[in-house]
């Protein structure tokens, strides 16, 4: 027999575990369908490699269309919570460069025609904040106090980071491997458990969707529902008024491109963009071994960054200090200058003094060069090909970052490879068909009922870490559905439930 919802929700991340949470809030039926494990504080345990096992993806590589560039890692979460339960929880709004990029990129506007500002997102941003208990984290310790002088005399000072951990973090230094205090705040503990509890939410876990049912009528091409692969390897479907896409960036394209979205808009213009403008926020621990104790895998991750560099004009990067993986990804992804990794004696030797070096994170502005698409067999795959402007910048955080640590008194410096964790933009939205692949309220411009609600969405790659954005963009999102200005839903047959 065929389940029908009010609405359902394609992964239960930063953007899909947010508006499966505020939309059953608004008194929705809704199906949240995620591919990975439900785990909950209880079951996270510092043993990194079976949390990288069971609660992240394997490691996905974007492959270099120039052929003197390395492949480069990409990382994120599969779990209930998605990579908001394994990520750092640092909270940064966009900056006013952000908002412009956007609109240069998609002509991305509001209800009122203008180009989308601030003032646009600011309520959301706020509610967002709000429910996830946003504040400082001021208790720099030692990995810090060791840098900060250096960033001083460089001009480039250190100040304190927003994050959505609450007063019961420990300072552990486990947020990679999920928070065992719920002091980190997820989509899990903030938005779907709630909902799960007081409101009319289904969380089917293990659940991989494989494609979107879609019909046509003569009217044009609507959502209709999923078809998904439960654990057992049985296939099923469910139908819904309304599906939203959110299994991330490196993931959502695929997901439209095998339900057969292009084939079936006649290779219209925005679904020929579906997995164009990846962007990556690429990022880089450079790393320095002091002769003082730092164990920087002992804190709270990031406490505090240096945004000089973040305008494109000022150089095009941020800074966060102070951080090191811990000892399987430290000793794996180690390099030297040339970026040849370390092994034998020589990696031996440095993993000996690990509590003796301290991290820092670079984060570079990127111009969305990268793609995702889908080979012959129908795997993922993913490119880069850094212009000119982001080379530059990737270069200029690296020497930037040496600097401080030689400053700081650091015997050795190392690297790590380029990667990225921020991955954005691969559906991007905006209100130009000929430049996005949904519209300004994250609606498909092909297929009517069918809406994407997380990174994938960003029209440019963030100058800051995203998550907050991609709330907030959902926040945005779910209201304009329980709104239901387009009619798509059934009249409600439950009372909202306030937000906690
Ligand atoms: C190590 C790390 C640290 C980070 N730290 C920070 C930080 O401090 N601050 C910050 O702002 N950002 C941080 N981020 C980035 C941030 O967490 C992500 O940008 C954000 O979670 C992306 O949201 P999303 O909804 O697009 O995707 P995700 O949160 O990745 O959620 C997508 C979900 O969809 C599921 N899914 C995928 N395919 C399918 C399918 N076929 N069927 C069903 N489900 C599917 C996935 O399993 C996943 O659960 C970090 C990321 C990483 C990896
Ligand atoms: S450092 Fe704090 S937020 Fe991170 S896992 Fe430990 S208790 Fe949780």
Request: hydrophobic share 40%; net charge negative.
């Amino acid at each position: 027999m065929s389940e029908r919802y009010d609405v359902i929700v394609v992964g239960s991340g930063a953007g899909g575990g947010l508006i499966a949470g505020e939309l059953a809030d608004a008194g929705r039926r809704v199906l949240l369908l995620e591919a990975g494990p439900h785990k909950s504080a209880a079951d996270y345990t510092r043993w990194e490699a079976r949390a990288n096992h069971e609660m992240w993806w394997p490691i996905a590589w974007a492959e270099p269309t120039a052929p003197d560039q390395p492949p480069m890692p990409l990382f994120r979460g599969r779990l209930v919570g998605g990579t908001t339960s394994i990520n750092t929880k640092v909270a940064l709004r966009p900056s006013s460069e952000d908002y412009e990029k956007w609109y240069a990129a998609a002509a991305l506007m509001n209800d009122d025609g203008e180009p989308f500002s601030e003032a646009d997102l600011l309520p959301h941003l706020e509610r967002v904040e709000q429910r996830l208990g946003v504040r400082v984290r001021n208790d720099w310790q030692q990995c810090v106090k060791t840098v900060a002088p250096a960033f001083h005399e460089l001009g480039a000072e250190l100040e304190s980071v927003m994050s959505y951990t609450d007063e019961n973090c420990m300072r552990c230094g486990s947020c990679l491997q999920g928070c065992p205090t719920n002091a980190g705040k997820n989509t899990l503990n903030v938005y779907i458990q709630p909902a799960i509890v007081h409101s009319d939410l289904e969380l089917r876990a293990d659940a991989y969707v494989r494609r979107v049912l879609m019909e046509d009528h003569g009217d044009g091409l609507q959502a209709t529902g999923v078809e998904y692969a439960s654990a057992d390897g049985n296939i099923h479907q469910v139908h819904a008024e309304v599906v939203v896409v959110a299994a991330g960036a490196l993931s959502t394209p695929g997901i439209l491109l095998r339900s057969g979205l292009r084939e079936a808009a006649h290779d219209s213009p925005s679904s020929l963009l579906i997995g164009r403008n990846l962007g990556f926020h690429v990022a880089r621990l450079v790393e320095g071994l002091f002769d003082k104790i730092q164990d920087a895998h002992a804190v709270y991750p990031i406490t505090a960054h240096s945004m000089k560099f973040q305008r494109d004009a000022d150089g095009g990067f941020i800074v966060e200090a102070a951080t090191i993986q811990d000892p399987i990804g430290f000793a794996a992804a180690l390099s030297d200058d040339n970026g040849v990794p370390l092994w034998g004696q020589e990696l031996v030797d440095l993993m000996r003094r690990y509590r003796y070096f301290t991290g820092l994170l670079t984060m570079v502005n990127d111009e969305n060069t990268g793609s995702v698409w889908v080979d012959d067999v129908g795997r993922d795959r993913y490119s880069i090909n850094f212009n000119a402007s982001e080379q530059r910048r990737i270069d200029a955080s690296l020497a930037f970052a040496q600097d401080v640590l030689r400053k700081a008194g650091a015997r050795r410096v190392v690297q790590t490879s380029t990667l990225s964790t921020h991955v954005q933009g691969s559906c991007r939205m905006g209100s130009d068909p000929q430049r996005s692949v949904v519209g300004p309220h994250g609606e498909s411009h092909d297929v009517r009922r069918l809406f994407i609600g997380d990174s994938s969405v960003v029209p440019r790659t963030l100058s800051v870490n995203p998550s907050l954005t991609i709330m907030a963009l959902a926040s945005r999102l779910a209201e304009y559905l329980a709104g239901d200005r387009h009619g798509y839903l059934p009249a409600s047959s439950r009372m909202p439930v306030a937000a906690a």
